[in-house]
């Protein structure tokens, strides 16, 4: 009979994890595995009982779509729990996928990104949901940090390093250097904030109610930080305010860019902040290093070119900007003793 070694069999029935509990997107990493899921941080829930019946992608296509008898909603608002049940149920639901519904042996240890302005309060809302959703450990880390970690930056060096992470609530600026964070600037600004300023725009000037999934696809499509001569236009369906009845319009990409101006703005004020704040040594550093963008938003056409002609820095947007925080916090998990002072305390 062959007997595994007592390391190995905790390490196989643990199944730690490194959890980007987003605003928009919710995804895990599995120790030793890799991404297991990513899903939108959605949760639909019966009324009356708060029973789980569908999350993530299933309850995303649910929402402003559902009878009275079901509520399906974002209980993540700018990258903190905004209701603290419907995100412990949405973690247990999201968990228990990537066990495949089967218990484990050992609860597992989990290491959850966390937004750098993150209160007391709400750093405890995070890890009592984890902790109510099966966890053992857990372990928080900035989401700045783990972004860095996870887009090859090398903050272990005694170099500065920054990083702008635009999530779907908040925009995190960081410098970093020798593991931990020398300065970080946070807004809670981000994709959802562009969404509605889109929502607004139309409402505003055309009378017309669109949905903020409408509005992201908007962005998706023909959303700008920059205008160029490449012009383009959508299509947008809603509904006309003043009859009531569906209605479509056309819109440009320059109206588009009029409504992102001023959550923009406020992105790049929070860059220029970093700067203005950043020891002269590490300023040094940044001249050659630039600047690396990750998140969402970092995927607005010509945001990358629009920070780089504000800052007069090089700006870089990492190779996979999404799954950033997760591939760092997953590399915290797998060399935890090397990490640990990048962990928040």
């Not at 970080?184 to 300023?197: L, N, P, Y």
């Not at 990750?294 to 629009?306: F, R």
């Not at 997953?330 to 002072?341: I, N, R």
Request: aromatic residues 4%.
């Amino acid at each position: 009979m062959k007997f595994w070694p007592a390391t190995k069999l905790f390490s196989f029935f643990s199944n730690d994890l490194a959890i980007d509990l987003g605003t928009a997107n919710t995804v895990i990493y599995v120790k030793n595995q890799g991404i297991i899921l990513d899903q939108p941080s959605v949760v639909a829930v019966k009324y009356s009982t708060n029973e789980v019946l569908a999350a993530g992608n299933k309850a995303k296509k649910m929402l402003g779509k559902t009878p009275e008898s079901i509520v399906a909603c974002r209980p993540m608002r700018d990258g903190v729990i905004a209701n603290f049940e419907l995100t412990e149920s949405m973690l247990r639901y999201f968990i228990s996928e990537v066990h495949n519904n089967r218990k484990t042996l050992v609860r597992p240890r989990m290491i959850i990104g966390v937004p750098s302005g993150i209160t007391q309060v709400e750093k405890r809302a995070v890890e009592d949901s984890a902790k109510q959703a099966g966890a053992r450990e857990i372990y928080t880390i900035m989401e700045p940090m783990a972004a860095a970690i996870g887009s090859g930056l090398p903050v272990e060096e005694p170099t500065g390093n920054m990083i702008v992470d635009i999530g779907g609530g908040t925009t995190e600026v960081a410098i970093i250097s020798l593991k931990d964070v020398v300065y970080c600037k946070s807004v809670r600004i981000g994709g959802d904030e562009m969404d509605r300023a889109i929502v607004q725009y139309v409402k505003r000037k055309y009378n017309l109610l669109i949905g903020e999934k409408t509005a992201e696809d908007i962005k998706i499509k023909i959303g700008t930080a920059m205008l160029t001569e490449e012009a383009a236009k959508e299509e947008v369906k809603g509904r006309d305010l003043i009859t009531g009845v569906p209605k479509t319009i056309t819109l440009s990409d320059a109206e588009v860019f009029e409504s992102l101006t001023e959550p923009i703005s406020i992105i790049v004020d929070a860059i220029h902040s970093a700067l203005e704040n950043a020891p002269p040594e590490l300023s040094s550093d940044l001249v050659d290093r630039g600047i690396m963008m990750a998140g969402g938003g970092a995927l607005l056409k010509n945001l990358d070119d629009l920070v780089s002609k504000e800052t007069g820095l090089p700006v870089t947007v990492a190779d996979d900007p999404l799954l950033c925080v997760v591939h760092g916090a997953g590399k915290v998990l797998d060399e935890l003793d090397f990490f640990k002072d990048a962990l928040l305390r």
